[in-house]
């Protein structure tokens, strides 16, 4: 996949003038912002929950907002920022280095496609594409559609009609039908007394090969981190995947599941209809769920498990006989 940022830096920022009252011997540029894992040197990141631990250990990242409870946990070359409140911390300094990325402005540089840019590509009525869209060879896309400033398609896509794509990459053979809004921004604020303060987000949605999208779901962008999903991976219809949630290779989505924030799906996971899974999750390989489940824990792999609570498959239709 190619590494496309949507939201870019227009000036340079320094940790200095977020955080005055640190006691630093010279300025210290941000690089960028990112999750623990994905952090290099003269990054800025953040370490709210000891769920996290673990990664924090091993964070490149040179800065890190956390709290006293935490920062034990992180490398020692990692500056430590203390605070009470990560979270909203990180989102007052994501608001002035991203001001655009708290809510999902119009984009004005939509036109009709040119197609002799587009020479294999096939569009239907009323297709709005913005600046530095890339379109891959023998792409269909319906009517309608819009395709937001700096959108990959790989080859071969199939894009129905009404739908709207922004902030997103996609690879090769990957079909979304009618009515999908993909790479909006998520549902984040930090409630404070007299306002929600929206929590910006800059992340992205990757898509990659050979998925299928049914018509009607909703794909959240990353808040800092990015939403996947892997390959081979089928959605059905109205379907949600809230912002940083990651869905492995070979897995069958049946329709309106709703997946919380930054939980993490492994491959060849089937999940029936209506159910519910929670927030930062993980749920392991090979695991079925049933229909209507409400998952609320980590899943291991290789489980089958039902209801709500959802627990073991045994275990529910033992109570169940009951």
């Given at each position: ?34 999750s ?5 040197k ?13 990664i ?28 009470k ?66 959108v ?45 303060f ?125």
């Amino acid at each position: 996949m190619q590494d496309i940022t949507f939201f870019k830096k227009k000036n340079k920022h320094y940790l200095n003038n977020f955080f005055p009252n640190l006691k630093m011997e010279k300025k210290l540029e941000i690089n960028n912002i990112k999750s623990l894992d994905k952090s290099q040197k003269f990054d800025l990141t953040f370490f709210d929950s000891p769920k996290y631990k673990s990664i924090a250990e091993n964070t490149k990242a040179s800065y890190c907002i956390t709290t006293q409870k935490l920062e034990k946990f992180l490398p020692k070359q990692t500056k430590k920022i203390i605070v009470k409140s990560v979270l909203f911390e990180l989102a007052k300094i994501l608001k002035k280095i991203y001001p655009n990325a708290d809510i999902d402005y119009p984009d004005l540089s939509l036109k009709l496609p040119v197609k002799s840019k587009h020479k294999s590509v096939k569009f239907s009525n009323n297709v709005l594409i913005g600046k530095n869209v890339k379109i891959g060879k023998n792409c269909i896309i319906g009517a309608n559609t819009i395709i937001e400033h700096d959108v990959v398609l790989g080859e071969n896509c199939v894009i129905g009609s009404q739908v709207i794509l922004k902030n997103s990459i996609l690879g090769k053979n990957v079909v979304i039908q009618d009515s999908c809004k993909i790479g909006l921004k998520g549902f984040g604020f930090i409630p404070l007394k007299d306002e929600n303060f929206k929590f910006p987000h800059i992340g992205r949605v990757i898509i990659r090969d050979n998925v299928e999208i049914a018509s009607g779901c909703t794909i959240d962008r990353g808040s800092v981190d990015d939403t996947e999903i892997g390959k081979n991976t089928y959605l059905d219809n109205q379907v949600h995947l809230a912002h940083n949630v990651k869905i492995g290779s070979n897995c069958m989505i049946a329709g309106q599941v709703g997946f919380a924030g930054s939980t993490s799906i492994g491959d060849n996971v089937s999940i029936g209809g209506q159910a519910g899974i929670s927030g930062h999750l993980t749920i392991g390989n090979n695991v079925k769920i049933g229909g209507g489940s409400g998952v609320i824990k980590d899943i291991g792999d290789n489980q089958v498990v039902m209801g709500y609570p959802a627990i073991s498959f045994k275990d529910f239709i033992k109570n169940w006989k009951k």
